[in-house]
């Protein structure tokens, strides 16, 4: 029997903003877990990661659970042979497979008297200001009810520009936007691995901050499992929930008592620091808003960007790619293509193709406009990329 703590530890608290809830978890559990068990009947891993979540909670922790596997359900309820690749099947498949999800977690909660809720989201839920603060409402509600909330991605309604692309980024928002303490991604992987020979002793234990480098070691870690993520997606959410102040787990949701573990504070998997140091403006620009094109810009104005926090303004763009209007988000990229920022821009694609490389005092006369200067992307409007 794994024993825990009521309070985390100093270090998670320590680096913990103060804003954030540290007795709020946001669990993700991946689709290898929910595959694990089904035919044997036996008491499934699943079962156990319910009863802890149900003894957490009845210490007052809040749990909030994001799960995958209606795909891989409605797959097996149709009789299909394989996973279709295709998006309408799929979303047939997780129309189906949903029901019984919930069903699952319905009977396996139920069981410890603990009510649950199933709540799907979709990508605009995120963006549309409204819409995000009822979500938020609604969850706060069933949280206060003593409910546990089960999310998952509303796969009906999702197409792929406005996908979260998968349930581990969609965990990171959730406990962005909930203000979790740690988000808890559980799959079949340990954790990120220094090497791909995969050694207990290569598990990278603590990461303070998401680099290049560490960002190099996913392929290392990878799993043959049925999930989608894999431990680039976990690495990605982990950076949105790091940049929101939340510390994230990558671990193997197979390992008795993981859970406990982890909320003890105890070594378990690969613990993410939260870095926090965005602003929600920033946070918006660089995780929730879709950037609906690509500005290029020069060696000067990168520069500019990145060492002197400078405004973008049009002599330094030198391509415009895709079709945005007037306050849409774009992406912001150096030299060598790659994105450096992102931020609202102040013209349509059209007038900035048409003002791009021109001084600040030349944009008026080519846009006919009175009133325009040269700035495409104001400072405050921009955020960089960590
Ligand atoms: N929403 C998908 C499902 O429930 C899962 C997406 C993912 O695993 O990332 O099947």
Request: hydrophobic letters at 40%; a positive charge; proline letters at 3%.
């Amino acid at each position: 029997m794994v024993r825990y703590t009521d309070v985390k530890s100093k270090a998670d608290a320590k680096f913990t903003p103060k804003s954030m809830n540290i007795h709020r978890v946001v669990i993700k559990i991946g689709t290898s877990i929910l595959a694990q068990g089904r035919d044997a009947g036996e008491a499934s891993v699943l079962e156990s990661l319910v009863g802890e979540i149900c003894d957490f909670q009845s210490r007052k922790w809040e749990m909030i659970l994001v799960t995958s596997g209606a795909i891989g359900m409605g797959v097996r309820e149709l009789g299909w042979a394989r996973r279709p690749q295709d998006i309408p099947r799929k979303q047939a498949a997780a129309a189906v497979g949903q029901v019984g999800l919930m069903g699952t977690y319905q009977k396996l909660f139920g069981a410890r008297g603990a009510t649950v809720a199933q709540v799907l989201l979709s990508r605009g839920d995120f963006e549309d200001r409204r819409r995000y603060l009822n979500a938020r409402n609604t969850l706060q509600t069933l949280i206060g009810l003593g409910v546990v909330p089960i999310i998952n991605e509303n796969d009906t309604v999702a197409v792929d520009e406005i996908r979260f692309g998968d349930n581990d980024r969609l965990s990171a928002m959730v406990a962005a936007k909930m203000s979790a303490g740690t988000l808890v991604i559980l799959s079949d992987v340990d954790g990120l691995y220094r090497s791909s020979a995969r050694r207990e002793s290569d598990l990278v234990g603590m990461v303070p901050e998401i680099t290049a480098e560490v960002e190099r070691l996913a392929w290392k870690s990878r799993s043959d499992g049925p999930g989608t993520g894999g431990m680039a997606s976990k690495i990605d959410a982990a950076k949105i929930a790091s940049h929101s102040g939340v510390v994230t787990v990558v671990a193997n949701g197979f390992r008795p008592g993981v859970l406990g573990e982890i909320l003890a504070g105890k070594p378990a998997g690969t613990k993410f620091l939260a870095a926090g140091k965005l602003s929600a403006r920033e946070k918006w620009l660089l995780f929730g808003a879709v950037p609906k094109g690509d500005l290029v810009v020069d060696s000067g104005a990168e520069a500019a960007l990145r060492e002197r926090r400078k405004s973008l303004l049009a002599i330094g763009v030198t391509a415009v790619r895709g079709a945005f209007r007037k306050g849409d988000v774009v992406r912001i990229r150096g030299v060598s293509g790659r994105e450096i920022a992102r931020g609202t821009v102040n013209f349509s694609s059209e007038d900035t193709g048409r003002i791009r490389g021109l001084k600040s005092s030349e944009v008026r006369s080519a846009l006919g406009s009175g009133t325009a200067s040269g700035e495409v992307v104001h400072r405050d409007s921009l955020a960089l990329l960590p």
